[in-house]
């Protein structure tokens, strides 16, 4: 990996700094800054067209085994994430569903704004079917046609991107005061919200709350689930924040006192 400093870094580590997501690859550095509306996308920081969830499965197409930004698998390029959307589709477990079945199981409802009836209209309009058609009944160039309509629908806003020769200078700081992967964990600062995964970041947010002096204190075990949202209204509603259990950029900043 091209990247000197630090050398213990990997093709899909997410540095996470103020609630902004820094996901490094072999030759560049992606940000993605979870705002409404998108500077930029996380399908794109992720080269995950479809938001296909981090999983198993993922990985069996081609993402970095063991690496996520916020719920979501990392590619190491397009090209590979847009094969894996062909593939989830195709898989033989989903052949048989219809194409209102499929986005039920792509995009359930309850997952964000999520409505896969909605979805899934825009996918058949778009192949000139109705909902009901199965899977196995699409030709390969509607599955194609398919995968390109669910990049769509997910959205693709290309960012910021970055190579080791022009790193932010932030990004720069961070990592000379933070030179190992423990180190980096130990001090992540992500974007999180209820339901996001078990990390050592939720827990850096759960032991800062309890520091500004939360009652009754959380349970510093990096699950972000109602007593953590709880307290991040809390937090929020003290600050003159929208106190939506949110930890954005916003958020950290009032959290590490900027």
């Known amino acids: ?8 870094m990997e093709p899909g580590d997410v540095v996470s700094i103020l609630g902004i997501a820094h996901v490094f690859y072999e030759h560049s550095m992606r940000i993605v800054r979870l705002t409404t509306p998108p500077s930029e996308t996380i399908s794109w920081a992720n080269k995950n067209p479809g938001n296909i969830v981090r999983s198993g499965e993922a990985e069996s197409y081609g993402a970095y085994r063991g690496k996520y930004n916020y719920l979501f698998a990392i590619f190491p390029t397009e090209a590979t994430g847009f094969e894996a959307v062909k593939r989830f589709l195709r898989h033989p477990n989903r052949r048989t569903k219809t194409i ?4 039920k199981i792509y995009a359930p409802s309850g997952h964000g704004p999520n409505s896969p009836e909605e979805y899934a209209q825009q996918i058949a309009d778009s192949l000139g079917v109705d909902t009901e058609t199965r899977i196995e009944d699409l030709s390969d ?3 194609v046609d398919f995968a390109k309509k ?3 629908v997910e959205q693709w806003i290309p960012g910021q991107e970055f190579n080791p ?3 932010p200078e932030d990004v720069r700081e961070w990592l000379t005061e933070h030179p190992t992967r423990a180190k980096r964990a130990a001090a992540d600062q992500p974007f999180a919200k209820i339901g996001v995964p078990q990390s050592e970041g939720v827990k850096n947010i759960q032991r800062r709350l309890n520091d500004l ?5 959380l349970v510093v075990d990096g699950i972000f689930g109602t007593n953590t949202d709880k307290a991040v209204k809390w937090f929020q509603q003290k600050n003159f924040l929208a106190a939506d259990g949110i930890v954005g950029n916003k958020t950290w900043k009032r959290l590490v006192g900027l």
Do not use: F, S, V, Y
């Not at 990996?1 to 213990?8: E, F, L, R, S, V």
């Open 1 to 8: 990996m091209n990247w000197k400093m630090p050398d213990d």
């Open 100 to 103: 209102l079945g499929m986005m």
């Open 141 to 143: 160039a509607q599955i």
């Open 150 to 152: 669910i990049k769509q």
């Open 165 to 167: 020769d022009n790193l």
């Open 213 to 217: 002096g939360r009652t009754p204190p």
